[in-house]
């Protein structure tokens, strides 16, 4: 089915380094009328939408500087970056040229690393092609890039200009990627409320993932996170509950060398602490069962070896968020309401995800 973006209203968003729009051009033509105004430009796009889509945007690419990235976590790094800076310079970038990206989350994170770093600080203009670039990333002005591989150890806060958000472009994303972003939905839809979680449900139950209404979630996926960015755009405290799945998640990523994809990861790391809220008395049974279960059905994950607690736990020690031996956990209470909860690692953690794992399947293994 052909995806469009129907007319959305514009969202706004507040930023400390100036505000910025984001736009629901609904299709490629209206994209690029809307890049006409800019005159000094140079584009930096992920070398699978350049294949795909190179002759349709050929209006912009044959009148720009235009440079194609290998969407990769090698690309995302110091020598990706680089290149980045020797073609801004090689083609005679100024403080008045605009960095136009066309990608996923790899892209924008070389695109604001780079334009964070020329001159200063140059203005970027994001527009995502991905479903978690749509939904996610690319509102909140986060970057993160790969040192030794190591991931995300690098960063910068560089608010875009404006992003266009142009649907038409998941018409040819891989289903695995479609399926990425919608951990991210889920984890935003919970975030925000009981009716937005069941917004979610309701639209993926009745015409699956890719529904005539994934416009919708992206949106409300953005209203969620527009809140907690502009309350706490630097993550000094409210921001952090944006990790919400994301320390187990990451942990099973590492474990697997990346066998599952990020969403999948990330809707079974909320799970898995759903499940030990319910243990600690913190989320009602019903309501993790109810959200079990839309888990079950849409993430559910084949890994080709077993997976132990043991090492879940010791991956889990190794994110960013461990502080004095804690863990900060965030919890759900109900939807709409999280909890950053920091949790010592114990016996009691370690017997709980043994249980969720003998108990739940949401990843299964021969
Ligand atoms: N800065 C942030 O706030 C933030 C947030 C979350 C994730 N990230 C980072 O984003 C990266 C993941 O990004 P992602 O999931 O958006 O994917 P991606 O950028 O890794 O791209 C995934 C794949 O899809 C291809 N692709 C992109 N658009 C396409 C399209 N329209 N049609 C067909 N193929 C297309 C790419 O070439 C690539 O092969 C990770 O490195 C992660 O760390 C950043
Ligand atoms: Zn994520």
């Known amino acids: 089915m052909p995806m469009?973006?129907?007319?959305?209203?514009?969202?706004?968003?507040?930023?400390?380094?100036?505000?910025?729009?984001?736009?629901?051009?609904?299709?490629?033509?209206?994209?690029?009328?809307?890049?006409?105004?800019?005159?000094?430009?140079?584009?930096?796009?992920?070398?699978?939408?350049?294949?795909?889509?190179?002759?349709?945007?050929?209006?912009?690419?044959?009148?720009?500087?235009?440079?194609?990235?290998?969407?990769?976590?090698?690309?995302?790094?110091?020598?990706?970056?680089?290149?980045?800076?020797?073609?801004?310079?090689?083609?005679?970038?100024?403080k008045q040229?605009?960095?136009?990206?066309?990608?996923?989350?790899?892209?924008?994170?070389?695109?604001?690393?780079?334009?964070?770093?020329?001159?200063?600080?140059?203005?970027?203009?994001?527009?995502?092609?991905?479903?978690?670039?749509?939904?996610?990333?690319?509102?909140?002005?986060?970057?993160?890039?790969?040192?030794?591989?190591?991931k995300n150890q690098l960063g910068v806060f560089h608010s875009p200009h404006?992003?266009?958000?142009?649907?038409?472009?998941?018409?040819?994303?891989?289903?695995?990627?479609?399926?990425?972003?919608?951990?991210?939905?889920?984890?935003?839809?919970?975030?925000?409320?009981?009716?937005?979680?069941?917004?979610?449900?309701?639209?993926?139950?009745?015409?699956?993932?890719?529904?005539?209404?994934?416009?919708?979630?992206?949106?409300?996926?953005l209203k969620v996170k527009k809140e907690i960015i502009e309350e706490d755009e630097y993550e000094l405290n409210l921001r952090r509950i944006l990790n919400y799945g994301h320390t187990f998640g990451h942990a099973l990523e590492a474990i697997t060398h990346h066998g599952i994809p990020h969403g999948k990861a990330v809707a079974w790391g909320m799970d898995l602490v759903n499940y030990i809220a319910v243990e600690r008395g913190i989320l009602d049974r019903a309501e993790y069962d109810s959200i079990h279960a839309f888990i079950q059905k849409h993430f559910a994950h084949r890994l080709t070896r077993p997976v132990s607690a043991v090492e879940l736990i010791e991956g889990s020690r190794r994110d960013k968020k461990v502080v004095d031996g804690k863990v900060n956990l965030i919890l759900l209470r109900t939807a709409g309401e999280l909890k950053i909860t920091p949790t010592t690692y114990d016996a009691q953690l370690q017997d709980e995800v043994e249980r969720y794992l003998a108990e739940k399947h949401v990843l299964s293994w021969p």
């Open 162 to 221: 404006w992003v266009l958000i142009c649907l038409p472009f998941l018409e040819t994303l891989s289903d695995t990627e479609i399926v990425s972003g919608y951990g991210e939905i889920l984890k935003l839809l919970l975030t925000g409320s009981t009716e937005q979680f069941a917004l979610l449900r309701e639209f993926v139950d009745a015409g699956g993932l890719r529904n005539p209404q994934l416009s919708r979630l992206i949106y409300e996926s």
């Open 97 to 150: 040229t605009v960095v136009i990206a066309l990608g996923g989350g790899v892209i924008q994170d070389i695109a604001t690393f780079s334009a964070h770093l020329y001159y200063r600080g140059l203005r970027w203009v994001y527009v995502p092609t991905t479903l978690l670039g749509m939904c996610d990333s690319c509102i909140g002005a986060k970057c993160g890039i790969n040192l030794n591989n190591f």
């Open 4 to 94: 469009t973006s129907p007319s959305l209203p514009g969202l706004s968003i507040r930023s400390g380094q100036g505000d910025y729009q984001v736009d629901f051009p609904a299709d490629l033509t209206q994209l690029l009328a809307q890049l006409e105004s800019f005159t000094k430009v140079v584009v930096l796009v992920d070398e699978n939408v350049a294949k795909i889509y190179g002759s349709q945007l050929s209006p912009l690419l044959e009148r720009s500087p235009w440079m194609s990235i290998p969407a990769t976590e090698d690309e995302k790094t110091l020598r990706g970056v680089q290149r980045v800076l020797d073609f801004l310079q090689q083609n005679n970038a100024t």
